[in-house]
């Protein structure tokens, strides 16, 4: 049923003019090369990045819930407390590094959290891309609830928002489970210069 | 190029001392702007660019004064203000960097690969790419930006670079339009032109090629799509594929009529 919906809404939606997203993806097999860590794989969509790309980032509702779902269970919760360290999480948040073919690979990358939210004050650097995230803790509190959602934001955030624009940090391998954690506490330890 | 590096090293010392307080860095980052195009080195780069484009070169002996970008063999002024467009003899849409290299793979009889190892320099050592284009560029100074949009080819570059813009793909799901895709956003302190938008790219496609201040060198449009797809954590676009001619096609076309006034110098 949920095969035959994602292909029906593939059927019924006009890609950009010419180009459907299999031409472009057939271009890149073509016009692109591996180099480093960056393998060819990558540009081969998966379904969401299909019905995103096809949909213009607003998929029908009902397909968008079936594939959140399925996101969600790409997620791989760790048992206990998903409180890390704050300050190794403001270290990762500032670090941008990662998954790019100048990186070597298994090198821990960062979170490049900074690229688009603001996070501590004192760091006035911060992008825009993403929503402000200063007192994200005190606001919403730091329940186990509240940690495992921004656990599983982080991991994964297209479980939670099927074409968010945040990349899957941890489902892409950019981020190891104790990295997550470290974010975490940024977020949502009452100490973190977030919440401060 | 002691001289270039210095010169780098003074506006990137410049820019430490700018105070970069949240609320008026817009002010601060426009006046920066200002001031570092006031003391540019692009027309060093020019001039290293004649050079290259009249030396002898490759298995032919030959240079690039008969090369024909579009206007005629050897017509430089405002040919790059009409790129990318469709170049019969090679029966595919060219941008700047491609067509140099048609040029020395059948002037000068250079191979692919031998004129392709080094497309992108560094501080201490531009490539030959980065010098050609500087001069080339500095030749349609002051002409409107006026991109093939006629022929079925320019038509179905236009039409590929523009899906190439919205495609999400890569390690990170991403599309130009991740980060290109809304007003008003940056990346850190870097603003973020929406590129599909005429008002936008207009300003953006008038000043590439450009010189990066705060690494002191000399950046192509092609570098800037590669490092974007990098960033992008995808795999590498290879050097004036149709793919990435295909995306500045669209974005020029999408600037059409603005003035050419790069090269640039941006932060």
């Given at each position: 049923m949920r095969k035959a919906l994602?292909?029906?809404?593939?059927c019924a939606w006009p890609a950009f003019a010419d180009y459907t997203?299999?031409?472009?993806?057939?271009?890149?097999?073509?016009?692109?090369?591996?180099?480093?860590?960056?393998?060819?794989?990558?540009?081969?969509?998966?379904?969401?990045?299909?019905?995103?790309?096809?949909s213009g980032d607003k998929p029908p509702a009902g397909l968008a819930k079936a594939l959140e779902a399925d996101q969600l269970k790409t997620i791989d919760f760790p048992g206990g407390s998903l409180i890390g360290d704050w300050k190794r999480g403001e270290r990762i948040a500032q670090v941008g590094r990662g998954l790019q073919w100048t990186d070597s690979a298994g090198a821990p990358g960062g979170g490049s959290c900074y690229n688009c939210h603001q996070l501590s004050p004192q760091e006035t650097s911060h992008g825009t891309l993403g929503p402000?995230?200063?007192?994200?803790?005190?606001?919403?509190?730091?329940?186990?609830?509240?940690?495992?959602?921004?656990?599983?934001?982080?991991?994964?955030?297209?479980?939670?928002?099927?074409?968010?624009?945040?990349?899957?940090?941890?489902?892409?391998?950019?981020?190891?489970?104790?990295?997550?954690?470290?974010?975490?506490?940024?977020?949502?330890?009452?100490?973190?210069?977030?919440?401060? | 190029m002691t001289r270039l590096s210095r010169i780098g090293l003074f506006f990137v010392g410049a820019l430490a001392c700018v105070?970069?307080?949240?609320?008026?860095?817009?002010?601060?980052?426009?006046?920066?702007?200002?001031?570092?195009a006031e003391g540019s080195p692009v027309e060093l780069f020019e001039l290293g660019g004649e050079e290259l484009w009249k030396k002898p070169q490759g298995p032919n002996s030959a240079s690039l004064e008969k090369c024909d970008l579009g206007l005629g063999p050897g017509v430089l002024k405002s040919a790059y203000a009409r790129l990318p467009r469709y170049f019969k003899d090679a029966d595919r849409v060219m941008d700047l960097e491609s067509r140099l290299l048609h040029c020395m793979t059948t002037l000068q009889g250079r191979s692919r690969e031998e004129a392709t190892r080094r497309v992108f320099g560094n501080e201490n050592q531009p490539s030959e790419m980065e010098y050609l284009s500087a001069?080339?560029?500095?030749?349609?100074?002051?002409?409107?930006?006026?991109?093939?949009?006629?022929h079925p080819k320019e038509k179905e570059a236009y039409q590929l670079g523009k899906a190439l813009y919205f495609h999400r793909a890569g390690a990170w799901d991403?599309?130009?339009?991740?980060?290109?895709?809304?007003?008003?956003?940056?990346?850190?302190?870097?603003?973020?032109?929406?590129?599909?938008?005429?008002?936008?790219?207009?300003?953006?496609?008038?000043?590439?090629?450009?010189?990066?201040?705060?690494?002191?060198q000399f950046k192509?449009?092609?570098?800037?799509?590669?490092?974007?797809?990098?960033?992008?954590?995808?795999?590498?676009?290879?050097?004036?594929?149709?793919?990435?001619?295909?995306?500045?096609?669209?974005?020029?076309?999408t600037a059409a009529g603005e003035p050419y006034r790069g090269p640039g110098t941006k932060r």
């Open positions: 994602f292909f029906l809404a593939l997203s299999q031409d472009v993806q057939r271009v890149m097999q073509r016009d692109f090369h591996a180099r480093g860590q960056a393998t060819m794989d990558r540009v081969l969509q998966d379904g969401l990045q299909r019905v995103c790309t096809e402000s995230l200063l007192r994200f803790g005190a606001v919403r509190g730091s329940g186990p609830e509240m940690q495992r959602y921004v656990y599983g934001k982080i991991y994964n955030a297209k479980a939670y928002n099927l074409c968010s624009q945040m990349p899957r940090l941890g489902y892409s391998g950019t981020l190891s489970a104790e990295q997550i954690k470290d974010l975490v506490a940024l977020l949502l330890d009452p100490a973190s210069p977030v919440n401060r | 105070p970069l307080v949240a609320q008026d860095a817009k002010k601060e980052i426009q006046r920066y702007q200002q001031m570092i001069y080339v560029a500095g030749q349609s100074r002051g002409f409107k930006l006026a991109a093939g949009a006629a991403m599309s130009c339009a991740s980060c290109h895709g809304d007003e008003g956003k940056r990346i850190r302190m870097q603003e973020l032109p929406v590129l599909y938008k005429p008002q936008f790219a207009r300003p953006i496609m008038a000043t590439w090629p450009a010189y990066r201040v705060s690494n002191s192509t449009m092609q570098w800037r799509i590669n490092d974007c797809y990098r960033q992008m954590r995808y795999p590498e676009p290879t050097f004036a594929s149709d793919a990435t001619v295909a995306l500045t096609a669209f974005l020029t076309v």
